[in-house]
C-alpha cells in the first residue's frame, strides 16, 4: 500500500459533503434552473434519492474487497488488461475533474474578487495547497476537512437565514407547469454533477479504520450534502426568481447581494467566496489525491509522492485548456458532462459489482 494514513467514518462523511457542496455550491442552482425553471427544488429531491443509490453501490463494491482501491480490485474483478483500462479511466476522471474545479475556481476569483489578475496565477496558488495537502497524506486531509468544514456548514445556514426577508414563495410557482420532463431533466445533472463524481471515494475508503461503516459513512455525508444543496437551490429561487437564477453564472453571489438588514448587513457575498474557496480546495485535493495514487497503483509504485509535483503542473496546465470561454464551459457542463460522467461514475462501477456478485468474488462480511 503506497498510503499508510487511516481515516475515521466521521471524517469521510464530512468529506463526502465538502466533495458534494464543491464547485456545486455556486453553480448548481444555475444549471438546475436552466432545465427545470422554478421546479428545480424538485429535480434536487429526485436527485437526492438517486443519488443515494449510486453512493451506496460505491460503498458496496469497497466493502467487498476491504483495503483495496478501485484501481486494485477492478483487475481482479475485470482481469489484467480490462482491469487496468478501468483503473486507468477513474485515474483520467480524477485528473480531467481535477482541471476542471481548478479552472471554476479561477473563473470565480476573475469574476469577483481578482478580475485583473491571470488566472494561471490564482490557479498556480491552488494548485500549490493542493500539492501541499497531499503530500501530507489523506488523513492529514480529512482532520482538516473536519476541522473546517462545519463553521462553514453554519455560515451557509447563516446566510440563508439571513436571506429570508427577501425571498417570495410565488416565485416557486405554477407547480410543474411543463410536467415532470424539465423536473427529471434537471434531476439528471445534478446526478452527474456532483453525485457520480463521488466515485472518486472508491479510492479513499480503503483507508477507513472501519471498513464495516463505510456504506453508513458514505449515505450519511451523502444525505446531508444533498439537503444542504437542496436548501440553497430552493433558497436560491425564492431570493432571486428561476428566470434570474438561470440567468446568472453564479446565482447565489447575486442572491447573496441582495441581502440588506437595516442597512448594516450587506455586501457580505465574500464570506461565500471564503467558503467556495475552502469547498474548492477540498475537492480538487480529493480529485488530485486519487489521481496520483491511482498512477501510482497502475504502475506499482511503492510511493506516490514523487508523482505529486509532476501531477500539478500537469493539472494545472490542463485545467487553462479545458475551455476557451464560459460559452463552452456552458454547453459542456449541460450537454456533455452528464454522459461523459456516467461512464466512470455509473456503468463502470455498477458492471464490476455486477461481475464481483456473478464470479461470487470478494468478501460478503464487515468489519463492526
Not at 427544488?41 to 451506496?56: E, M, N, P
Not at 488488461?81 to 475533474?97: D, Q, R
Not at 476541522?147 to 410543474?176: A, C, Q, T, Y
Request: aromatic letters at 10%; hydrophobic letters at 55%.
Amino acid at each position: 500500500m503506497v498510503e499508510h494514513g487511516k481515516i475515521s467514518s466521521n471524517q469521510v462523511s464530512w468529506m463526502i459533503i465538502s466533495f458534494l457542496l464543491g464547485s456545486s455550491i455556486l453553480l448548481i442552482p444555475s444549471a438546475v434552473a436552466s432545465s427545470a425553471r422554478q421546479d428545480a427544488w424538485l429535480s434536487l429531491i429526485l436527485t437526492i434519492a438517486a443519488g443515494q443509490a449510486v453512493i451506496y453501490n460505491y460503498a458496496t463494491l469497497s466493502m467487498m474487497f476491504p483495503g483495496r482501491t478501485f484501481v486494485q480490485y477492478s483487475r481482479e474483478i475485470l482481469g489484467k488488461y480490462p482491469g487496468m483500462l478501468a483503473g486507468l479511466t477513474i485515474t483520467w476522471f480524477s485528473l480531467h475533474l481535477g482541471s476542471l474545479v481548478v479552472r471554476n475556481f479561477g473563473d470565480l476569483l476573475s469574476a469577483t474578487v481578482l478580475p485583473h489578475t491571470p488566472m494561471v496565477v490564482t490557479d498556480s496558488i491552488i494548485i500549490i495547497l493542493v500539492i501541499m495537502g497531499t503530500r501530507m497524506g489523506v488523513e492529514v486531509l480529512a482532520r482538516v476537512n473536519k476541522l473546517i468544514i462545519p463553521f462553514i456548514v453554519l455560515l451557509i445556514l447563516l446566510i440563508l437565514v439571513l436571506g429570508i426577508p427577501e425571498m417570495e414563495f410565488k416565485r416557486l410557482l405554477p407547480v410543474m407547469e411543463s410536467g415532470i420532463k424539465p423536473v427529471i431533466k434537471g434531476s439528471l445533472v445534478v446526478i452527474g454533477f456532483p453525485y457520480a463524481e463521488t466515485v472518486l471515494f472508491t479510492m479513499i475508503i480503503p483507508f477507513l479504520n472501519t471498513p464495516g461503516k463505510a456504506r453508513k459513512a458514505l449515505v450519511t455525508g451523502g444525505l446531508a450534502g444533498g439537503a444542504l444543496l437542496f436548501f440553497i437551490v430552493i433558497w436560491t429561487l425564492l431570493v432571486l426568481g428561476p428566470a434570474s437564477t438561470a440567468r446568472f453564472w453564479f446565482p447565489v453571489l447575486e442572491a447573496v447581494r441582495v441581502i440588506d438588514i437595516f442597512n448594516i448587513i450587506q455586501r457580505i457575498e465574500s464570506i461565500i467566496i471564503i467558503a467556495w474557496i475552502f469547498l474548492g480546495f477540498l475537492k480538487i485535493s480529493v480529485c488530485f489525491y486519487s489521481f496520483v495514487l491511482g498512477l501510482a497503483q497502475l504502475f506499482n509504485l511503492k510511493d506516490y509522492r514523487p508523482l505529486v509535483l509532476p501531477a500539478g503542473v500537469l493539472m494545472l496546465a490542463l485545467s487553462q485548456l479545458v475551455y476557451e470561454n464560459y460559452v463552452e464551459e456552458a454547453y459542456f457542463a449541460s450537454k456533455i458532462w452528464f454522459p461523459y460522467a456516467m461512464v466512470p461514475g455509473l456503468i463502470l462501477p455498477l458492471t464490476m459489482l455486477a461481475v464481483a456478485v456473478i464470479r461470487e468474488l470478494g468478501s460478503r462480511k464487515t468489519e463492526k
